[in-house]
């Protein structure tokens, strides 16, 4: 079984490879062959991934190429594409999910015949419905037309197939007329900002507690010296995230590449998890600046264990090519998810020689493979963030993180001061 990928480049969509699987009903760990098309070879910029750049030959593969991992669809996305197909889910339909809903992932790509599938979808649905804009105030109220929809039209054009994660959430677009629209409705042309919108689970007060608290916990990171795109907006129990994938320009909108951790690393098999220094020496080797790159990355992780991000999974974490330029997408997914009452646990752990985990920050940053000109740079540039750490808990209440959580946080930013200091 095949599928075609199209990748976005200089303003339009275009065939880009043809992916075989031998087996789909295998799921992920079917050996696979990427093809890409003579036309891209000829004319086409952008590789499908970092890990295949563009030439002639096919690649021949064990699994099937990571990058369509980050096109599965997940969560909210994957339950309503179940229902509205009547299918059980079992990873034995990945592949048949992947060709229905991967019509507007992140990124710069998207499966051909999943966005055929979505433009059938909407041959049956009237325009007026389609095309339909609102306001934002109808968002806050999940006016009950707004509520339809999403329910009728916008779980597809919202995007919502193509995101993972379980906390529910759309994209959307604001129209250069300031009304709203599901981010696939509205045409490239007539948009002006785009965004990622989540919403609490709703389950407990603990879902709504931490989603309320990931904006402070972004603008922490910001004043932290971290690189963080923009800090969302939290408005009636809604996180508004303005995407970093998006950029609206002169010319038009521009896509740009991204990739998780899950394809940088090659991870076909999601209980089989690398170590971090794994992960940081793959970063290492797409970075256009590795040192740079490492930096940023441990300083995450620092602030990861200090203020309770234990959601470290590596969907949570991704590169971007902008410019020429390959490095860390800005951080994203960063809240307080020690909280979550299903005891969420770190994905990636840093390890010694002998596997074992470790969590002081002296012995992980001795294990680290790096060359030697980076270790003194690295070592003054953790002092100056240990000095500013003396000042997190400040930082946080001027933030608006809930005094209870900066509380629950005194011992574990104090131990990591005390770490960085030795």
């Known amino acids: 079984m095949q599928c075609t990928i199209e990748i976005f480049e200089r303003g339009q969509w275009k065939p880009c490879c043809l992916v075989e699987a031998d087996a789909p009903e295998a799921g992920p760990a079917s050996p696979s062959i990427l093809s890409y098309f003579p036309s891209y070879i000829k004319e086409g910029t952008l590789p499908v991934s970092l890990h295949y750049p563009i030439r002639s030959e096919p690649y021949r593969l064990v699994h099937w190429p990571s990058f369509l991992l980050d096109l599965i669809p997940d969560g909210e996305g994957r339950e309503y594409l179940l229902y509205e197909h009547h299918l059980p889910d079992n990873k034995a339909l990945d592949w048949q999910l992947m060709l229905l809903g991967a019509i507007n992932p992140l990124g710069n790509l998207r499966i051909r015949e999943a966005y055929e599938a979505y433009r059938q979808h909407l041959a049956g649905k009237a325009a007026t419905w389609i095309e339909r804009g609102f306001t934002i105030q109808e968002i806050l109220e999940r006016h009950e037309d707004f509520v339809e929809y999403l329910e009728e039209h916008g779980m597809l054009s919202a995007g919502t ?117 794994a992960v940081l020496k793959t970063l290492r080797r797409f970075a256009s600046a590795p040192a740079d790159m490492t930096l940023e990355y441990i300083k995450r992780d620092m602030l990861n264990m200090a203020l309770g991000n234990t959601d470290n999974h590596p969907c949570n974490t991704a590169m971007e090519s902008v410019g020429g330029k390959t490095r860390l997408a800005p951080l994203f997914n960063f809240a307080p998810s020690h909280l979550l009452i299903d005891d969420i646990s770190r994905s990636l752990e840093w390890v010694n020689e002998k596997g074992e985990i470790l969590d002081d920050w002296n012995e992980i940053i001795g294990t680290l493979d790096l060359p030697d000109e980076e270790r003194h740079p690295m070592k003054n540039e953790l002092k100056r963030f240990s000095e500013k750490l003396a000042f997190l808990s400040d930082i946080m209440k001027k933030a608006g993180i809930d005094d209870d959580i900066i509380e629950a946080r005194y011992y574990s930013i104090a131990n990591l001061r005390t770490q960085l200091k030795e």
């Open 161 to 277: 197939t193509s995101i993972h994660g379980k906390t529910p959430k759309f994209l959307m677009t604001q129209g250069k007329d300031g009304l709203w629209y599901a981010d696939a409705a509205l045409p490239d042309e007539k948009s002006a900002r785009h965004f990622l919108v989540k919403l609490s689970p709703g389950r407990n007060l603990a879902d709504w507690k931490v989603l309320e608290n990931e904006a402070g916990y972004l603008h922490v990171a910001r004043e932290m010296g971290l690189f963080v795109s923009h800090v969302p907006k939290w408005q009636s129990d809604m996180l508004f995230i303005p995407r970093f994938d998006r950029e609206v320009s002169g010319n038009g909108v521009i896509r740009h590449p991204v990739e998780s951790l899950v394809s940088l690393c090659g991870i076909a098999d999601e209980s089989v998890m690398p170590s971090q220094n």
